[in-house]
Nanobody, 124 residues
Framework: QVQLVESGGGLVQAGGSLRLSCAAS????????VGWFRQAPGKEREFVAS????????NYANFVKGRFTISRDNAKNTVTLQMNSLKPEDTARYYC?????????????????WGQGTQVTVSS
C-alpha cells in the first residue's frame, strides 16, 4: 500500500501558478502510476492528469492541456503537478492517487491509494 501526502495548495490570482507536490511512502510507489484528481464543492471528482511508473507516459484532461504539467522523481518518491495560467474554475481540492498498476490511468476506480488533498483557490 502506498501512502500519499499532498502539499503546495493555496490562494492565487487568475493567471498565476502553483506547484503541487505528492510525497509518497511505500515500496510500490516506483512501480505505480500516479494521478491527480480534483473536486470542487457540489461537483463530482474529476481526472486532471496522470503519469506512468517511469514517467514516460502522461495523460491530461482536455481542460488542463497546455497549462498543467505532471512529472515524477522516483528517487525522491514525489510526483509534481505544475499548474500555470490558473483560472477561477480550477478552484478545487486536489488529490494525488496511486494506481493499481504501472500505468497512468484516468478513471478514479483504477486508483487504490489516495491522499487527503490540498486546496487550490484561484481568485478572479
Amino acid at each position: 500500500q502506498v501512502q500519499l501526502v499532498e502539499s503546495g495548495g493555496g490562494l492565487v490570482q487568475a493567471g498565476g501558478s502553483l506547484r503541487l507536490s505528492c510525497a509518497a511512502s511505500g515500496r510500490t510507489f516506483s512501480i505505480s502510476g500516479v494521478g491527480w484528481f480534483r473536486q470542487a464543492p457540489g461537483k463530482e471528482r474529476e481526472f486532471v492528469a496522470s503519469i506512468s511508473y517511469n514517467g514516460y507516459s502522461t495523460n491530461y484532461a482536455n481542460f488542463v492541456k497546455g497549462r498543467f504539467t505532471i512529472s515524477r522523481d522516483n528517487a525522491k518518491n514525489t510526483v509534481t503537478l505544475q499548474m500555470n495560467s490558473l483560472k477561477p474554475e480550477d478552484t478545487a481540492r486536489y488529490y494525488c492517487a496511486a494506481s493499481r498498476d504501472a500505468y497512468g490511468r484516468v478513471r478514479s476506480e483504477d486508483f487504490a491509494s489516495w491522499g487527503q488533498g490540498t486546496q487550490v483557490t484561484v481568485s478572479s
